[in-house]
């Protein structure tokens, strides 16, 4: 069961605190080098070596939890840095090395490292660190020795902003992950879980970032807190808005960073006029970003499709293990209670049972991985910026190709699968009436003969 505690969006962020079990309990939020706008939170902006982080000002009681964010990482260059943090710490995170926070935490961080340090080639990743206080984070591995888990997401540069569901219930935390390819908010995949883990029961919520030599924009438009409660136990109810005077306190407190960030920017001017009075960029779309966007499109439906397919298959897999162990349990029961040769003889039409639908999970299997590199072709397919026009077209031809291997083996295991008695036969054609006799017809040619002989001579 579900509670909503906090929201963090924009200006919004401000507003975003709780009532768990305690009526005085506010749960709000402070920034360091954060930008706050009218509809988002700039973490960090797409300059070099800049550091950011939004944090609750007070302490989170909850035993079990959910966090929901929503982000941007947007740049110019097709590879961007350093990345975006999400943290669970005993203590508020202050400015530090790590993704733009301290080192030493004591809980758990999930970082968006952009940046590939370690040269493995595994970056974008999302990585689970967990810390007692005293490891520091390894950056030149990018924290793979000390990961509790991670997976391989490309978040930078997408066309929807890149959801995070972080959910710790039962000791055991897990994460979701939504690329921001499609509109669909609970279009959710599976990116990292760690079980065993034992987080403060106490602690601050935060979202950090940082750029280095290469430099993203890092956006946050939401951040959700959810209380999950164990079933039988009651629900506490959210807590009312915070007063007027600190709204205005917090609008005084943007008002004052934007006038900060004017200032940057004039002093940017002066030190770089060389890029004053170039042209911005354009504001109607072109023919090839058109062409780049409807391909993106077809790949997304395609994308879409395939894995309904691969859900189907995970349905048709799941039954026919089903039946495999029915089928396997009646032989154990009909060996034990038929003796003799007539037993034998059933538990071997069983057995050959067994083996055909092992046979047929055996190509569900296969048509498994073929959905899956096909998965595998469109999810590198949809970065129009790094592959030329060949590589594209080769993708579409290898997604051609995985989808004819699929129909086909469909087709095969239908056909195999359906008895012999079973199988559908063509209707006979049902007898045509006899109208014309053998005599009438042949004094009809005689009849026909005869008028055109005569018609011949006449002429």
Request: charged share 25%.
């Amino acid at each position: 069961k579900k509670t909503f505690c906090a929201l963090l969006a924009a200006r919004s962020c401000l507003r975003g605190r709780t009532n768990v079990a305690d009526s005085h309990t506010k749960h709000l939020v402070f920034f360091l080098d954060a930008i706050p706008s009218a509809d988002q939170i700039r973490i960090t902006t797409s300059l070099k070596s800049q550091k950011g982080s939004v944090w609750t000002k007070n302490k989170s009681i909850f035993e079990y939890w959910e966090v929901e964010v929503t982000f941007r990482v947007t740049g110019r260059g097709r590879i961007g840095a350093d990345g975006l943090a999400i943290w669970f710490t005993e203590e508020q995170g202050l400015e530090g090395p790590v993704f733009g926070a301290a080192d030493k935490w004591n809980g758990v961080g999930i970082f968006f490292d952009s940046f590939d340090n370690d040269g493995k080639k595994n970056n974008p990743g999302v990585i689970v660190v967990g810390n007692n206080g005293k490891l520091l984070y390894d950056h030149q591995n990018d924290g793979s020795t000390q990961a509790l888990a991670s997976c391989q997401r490309d978040f930078r540069n997408k066309p929807y902003p890149v959801r995070v569901k972080i959910t710790y219930y039962q000791k055991t935390l897990t994460v979701l992950i939504n690329n921001g390819f499609t509109p669909d908010k609970e279009d959710y995949e599976f990116c990292a879980k760690v079980e065993d883990m034992v987080l403060p029961s106490q602690g601050y919520f935060g979202i950090s970032a940082a750029t280095g030599g290469l430099a993203d924009d890092h956006d946050v438009l939401s951040f959700l807190t959810f209380q999950l409660t164990e079933p039988g136990k009651e629900a506490p109810t959210p807590d009312a808005e915070i007063p007027q005077k600190d709204k205005e306190k917090y609008q005084e407190e943007f008002e004052h960073f934007q006038q900060e960030l004017d200032k940057k920017k004039e002093e940017f001017q002066k030190e770089h006029p060389d890029v004053q009075g170039q042209p911005a960029d354009d504001v109607f779309e072109t023919v090839s970003d058109r062409e780049l966007r409807q391909i993106f499109e077809g790949q997304n439906r395609i994308h879409l499709e395939i894995k309904q397919l691969n859900r189907q298959l995970d349905m048709i897999l799941d039954e026919q293990r089903k039946y495999v162990s029915a089928v396997t349990e009646e032989i154990a029961k009909r060996g034990a209670g038929f003796p003799g040769q007539q037993g034998q003889v059933s538990q071997q039409e069983i057995e050959t049972v067994v083996k055909t639908q092992e046979e047929v999970i055996r190509q569900v299997k296969e048509i498994r991985s073929s959905v899956t590199d096909a998965l595998r072709s469109i999810s590198g397919a949809q970065h129009p910026g790094s592959a030329g026009v060949y590589e594209t077209t080769q993708h579409f031809n290898d997604i051609k190709e995985h989808l004819h291997v699929v129909k086909r083996d469909i087709e095969h295991l239908v056909q195999r699968n359906t008895p012999s008695s079973e199988k559908q036969k063509c209707p006979e054609l049902p007898p045509f009436p006899s109208c014309l006799s053998t005599m009438h017809f042949f004094i009809f040619v005689a009849v026909q003969t005869v008028l055109f002989i005569g018609y011949v001579m006449y002429r």
